[in-house]
């Protein structure tokens, strides 16, 4: 989970406790991102994976930005912040980030937006690093089968954060976990991992049942209290109900799930056009950040999947527990019944 949340002592504690943690390094500088690497490694000996985002070249005419940077300009006064700043890149260097993985050693490369080229993906299988790609519709998992990555996160529209869609247009393509889970592995030989929605043992026992090997869960981890997202956030989510979150383009650019807000609600009345991701997301920059220091979640994005009723504030290392130990529970109780039907 990029923009904070997957502190290293987060990642650590998941991994640490049996799952796999995930360092979500889509914004990071290199710099950040080989220090946290390594404070990843002095917390634990388990192995651990980190989360980049394939670059897209999107062009952007100079009248959709001029005229998005004026109407920012409205959110800024009520935030008492500068008008028009200056913006010094729209995103961090790929390559760069790719060539921190290498050096670092990582066990587990995952990636989100598309497919990052043949190269990336070859030299780092040769160098023993899982690479796992993600995919919201079945045409998705097997182009990243062909391209080589050795298993698939199966993104549901129920899950929090951007949509990895990178085929056909999100509204298209909102395929729900349930639905997308079994018609992936009916159509790719390698491992899927089941994601969106899955919040504790019920969810892993379901997405196992569906055919998936594993899951990846995202908002069950972002109230707890190894969690780096700003306190407001993870009170949101801990009042959260399950119709409070939609998908939108306004904060990035892309499309993404997070609970609705003022901004989102204000935005989207907003006559003219989105410039496209990173853009849009370097243009919003300053104004989430000044209202996570004003404490005022109305313009920050707060990205959450449909499953927020069932976040706690429990520790990382016991929400791990409890989901195995859950899950446990209900194959028992499964593999019983059936024992009793035979
Ligand atoms: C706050 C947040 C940030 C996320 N950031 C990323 C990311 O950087 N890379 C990525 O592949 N997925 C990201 N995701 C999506 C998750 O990988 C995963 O698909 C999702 O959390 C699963 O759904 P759930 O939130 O219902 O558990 C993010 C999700 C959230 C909630």
Redesign the pocket.
């Known amino acids: ?3 904070g ?1 997957t502190t290293p002592e987060l990642v650590a504690a998941i991994s640490n406790a049996g799952g796999l943690g995930n360092l ?1 390094a ?1 914004y990071l500088t290199p710099e950040q991102l080989r220090s946290m690497i390594r404070e990843i490694k002095q917390l634990t000996d388990q192995p651990f994976g980190v ?1 980049l ?1 394939v670059p897209e070249q999107r062009i952007e005419s100079e009248e959709t930005i001029g005229q998005m940077a004026d109407h920012l300009n409205i959110y800024r006064v009520e935030l008492g912040i500068a008008q028009n700043p200056a913006i010094q890149k729209y995103s961090e260097s790929f390559e760069e980030q790719v060539q921190v993985l290498l050096d670092e050693e990582i066990p587990v490369f ?3 937006f598309g497919i990052p080229p043949q190269d990336v993906i070859q030299t780092m299988k040769q160098r023993g690093t899982i690479v796992i790609g ?1 995919a919201t519709t079945i045409e998705e998992a097997k182009q990243l089968e062909a391209a080589g990555v050795d298993a698939i ?1 199966a ?1 549901g529209s ?5 949509r ?1 869609t990178f085929l056909k247009s999100v509204s298209d393509t909102q395929i729900g976990t349930m639905a997308l889970v079994p018609q992936i592995v009916d159509h790719v030989t390698i491992p899927v991992i089941a ?5 504790d043992g019920r969810g892993l026992v379901a997405s196992l049942a569906l055919g998936a090997a594993a899951v ?5 981890f ?1 109230a707890c209290p190894e969690s780096g ?1 700003h306190t407001t956030y993870k009170q949101k989510i801990l009042s959260g109900n399950e119709d409070c979150t939609e998908i939108t383009r306004v904060y990035s650019g892309k499309a993404a799930r997070g609970i609705r807000t003022e901004f989102m609600n204000d935005m989207h009345r907003y006559p003219g056009n989105i410039p496209a991701y990173p853009i849009q997301n370097a243009m919003t920059r300053d104004i989430r950040q000044a209202a996570a220091k004003a404490n005022n979640p109305e313009y920050m994005s707060l ?5 927020l009723r069932l976040a706690t504030d429990r520790s990382a290392a016991v929400t791990v527990k409890q989901t195995i130990d859950q899950a446990n529970v209900l194959v028992k109780l499964i593999f019983n019944l059936r024992r009793v039907g035979d």
Do not use: C, K, R, Y
């Not at 990205?303 to 499953?307: D, K, L, T």
């Open positions: 989970m990029a923009g949340p979500g889509g989360n985002f995952s990636f989100t993600t996160v993104q129920e899950a929090g954060g951007h990895g994601s969106g929605g899955i919040m990846q869960m995202g908002t069950a972002l997202a990205w959450a999947g449909q499953g």
